[in-house]
């Protein structure tokens, strides 16, 4: 079996967006994506989303570059400036 060079996009954000990111997501292209609950402690800055309760999510998406990369610019238009929101890429190879 060859492996696939792919990215993996990591998205942890408040528990309320969970619906409209996983819309907008797959609104973009993607073909499937995993979340988890999250917890954690970091500087990301102060954010204005007005929750008092809940929790943060973990999303993970695999797809190629330009994938990723047209879903960072939507979300970080559209949400980064009221709600928590971090995202990153790491290169990962598809096994199967």
């Known amino acids: 079996m060859t492996a696939q060079p792919m990215t993996l996009l990591t998205i942890v954000s408040e528990t309320v967006l969970e619906d409209i990111l996983v819309d907008e997501i797959m609104s973009l292209g993607a073909k499937g994506y995993t979340i988890t609950d999250a917890r954690g402690k970091g500087t ?14 973990r999303i993970e998406v695999v797809g190629n570059a330009v ?28 096994q199967n």
């Open 44 to 57: 990301h800055g102060t954010r204005a989303g007005r929750w008092t309760q809940g929790g943060n999510i």
């Open 67 to 94: 994938l990723c990369g047209r879903i960072i610019e939507r979300l970080q238009a559209a949400y980064e400036q009221d709600y928590g929101l971090l995202m990153f890429t790491t290169p990962v190879e598809l």
